[in-house]
């Protein structure tokens, strides 16, 4: 069963940075993580989750939402397993609860059920 379990989270001033991490484990030996497009995925308080960024499965493509595009940058190492999502220049509006997700920006509601528990941030003066 797959697991994702992001960490990195925390409480920042704007302006500041965070790096979070997830890990992943339990992927099928038919479909490694190596083989998973990869997305970040925020949620709000009192909003609907809000996909943030995705990176293809070997690490060369990535596209970014509008709001973090030039702050925000995806990243992943296939050896350790492990997805990154490197926020700089954070805003009070990047405030969320980050999950990492198997999928693209259009296929990652289908693997709702494979979201970790989250990772909080909170940008606040």
């Known amino acids: 069963q797959v697991q994702l379990v992001e960490s990195g989270g925390g409480m920042v001033q704007p302006d500041e940075s965070l790096r979070l991490s997830c890990a992943a484990s339990?992927?099928?030996?038919?479909?490694?993580?190596?083989?998973?497009?990869m997305s970040w995925v925020r949620q709000a308080p009192g909003k609907g989750p809000e996909w943030v960024s995705d990176?293809?499965?070997?690490?060369?493509?990535?596209n970014y939402a509008n709001s973090v595009k030039g702050r925000f940058t995806i990243s992943r190492d296939n050896d350790e397993n492990t997805l990154y999502l490197q926020m700089n220049g954070l805003k009070p509006d990047d405030t969320a609860l980050y999950h990492c997700?198997?999928?693209?920006?259009?296929?990652?509601?289908?693997?709702?059920?494979?979201r970790g528990q989250g990772t909080q941030v909170t940008v606040s003066s």
């Open positions: 339990g992927f099928p030996s038919g479909f490694p993580f190596s083989a998973a497009p």
């Open positions: 997700t198997i999928g693209t920006r259009f296929t990652w509601p289908q693997f709702a059920n494979s």
């Open positions: 990176i293809d499965a070997g690490g060369g493509v990535t």
